[in-house]
């Protein structure tokens, strides 16, 4: 195995992920490289998971049962534990969703429906990327369509990084939101967010940041991004699925009005009117997704365990050994940055006339898991005149000779199709 300094111990931390011992395709080794998409999930948090649900399992918040009261505990600590991982201010800005989409759409929907100072109307702007995932596109199309705002974006350079050349005129005093994403889960660029920050908060527009791909693999400070909103989603960061949070400034939480109603967001209802409870359960109605939080909790524990600066930094040194690996196969083209500085540990190519799709297809063969397509990002494939992209991604568990059984796997696929 190629042995290169700054790794974690991945022989250890591989013991705590039960599916990396699998074999697939009568008897090969599963390398598993799709890590943007889904990260695999340790044995402590799928202890904890079969704990709850074992001796723990009820409502949370307003039974005086045992069970609930434990239930409440266990949720509520989870929120605790997320607070500190983020080192948020308050752990009333937490707030949990199913997911990082519901996060983003939280936000757009608030805006859409908040009064001023905050209110997005038809004269107003939206600002976004070309690199963003269609979950920080689709809900500003809608809350465009809806308001009559106008939507902006940032393009893209050559070697894919956000082209800010033209920064005040894409954030303007009309913005009223800048939303990016801090990890393109496409291209693995990392976004310079203290000069876009700085443009928005120039012009008193509210900043979105989707860390949805950073949360896992860096530290996350969300006072030190100095945003109004961070969204992330807990199955990309060894929790369970169904599962995300939306931070969020505690002064904006208490303002703006709430997406969703039912159960547990409100103070009082009467057939005439309501009034809503105060952050972060106006958020979170009816029943929350208890089992999943609590399963967040523990991933948290785990990652902080191992310590997040290690992780970025066993990360660093093994994309940046899969870069030059992968700028060794003849006809490869990584679409994205081509340096392993200021990117994240997904890889996205293609490989000749060879369709994306084919190339999954046969490494999977080869017991290689990747992702293929346009992975929720398809303006970027649409810039850089591509159908599809195959991706490979790395975490915390993967290790060179996995690059190297990617390199070999793509060397078969050159031969599979002459």
Known sequence: MTQLPGLLDT?????????????????KKLVYLDNAATSQTPRQVLDVLSEYYELHNANVHRGVHVLAEEATALYEGARDKVAAFINAPSRDEVIFTKNASESLNLVANMLGWADEPYRVDSDTEIVITEME???NIVP??????????????????????LDLSNIEQVITEKTKVVSFVLVSNILGTVNPVEAIVRRAQEVGALVVVDASQAAPHMTLDVQAL??????FTGHKMCGPTGIGVLWGRQELLEDLPPFLGGGEMIETVSMHSSTYAPAPHKFEAGTPPIAQAVGLGAAVDYLTSIGMDNIARHEHVVTEYAVRRLLEVPDLRIIGPTTAEDRGAAI???????????????????????RVGHHCARPVCLRYGIPATTRASFYLYSTPAEVDALVEGLEHVRNFFG
Do not use: M, N
Not at 13 to 23: E, G, N, S, V
Not at 140 to 147: H, K, N
Not at 226 to 231: L, N
Not at 356 to 366: I, S, T
């Open 348 to 370: 996205s190519f293609t490989l000749g006339d060879i369709h994306p799709h084919d190339v999954g297809q046969v490494l999977d063969e080869e017991g290689i898991a990747v």
């Open 226 to 231: 100095q945003a109004d909103f961070v969204a």
């Open 11 to 27: 022989e250890a931390i591989r013991k705590d992920f039960p599916i990396l011992d699998r074999q697939v395709h009568d008897g």
């Open 140 to 161: 500003w199309q809608l809350l465009s369509q809806r308001t009559g705002a106008k939507l902006k974006w940032f393009g893209l350079t050559d070697d894919g990084r």
């Open 133 to 135: 995932h269609h979950s």
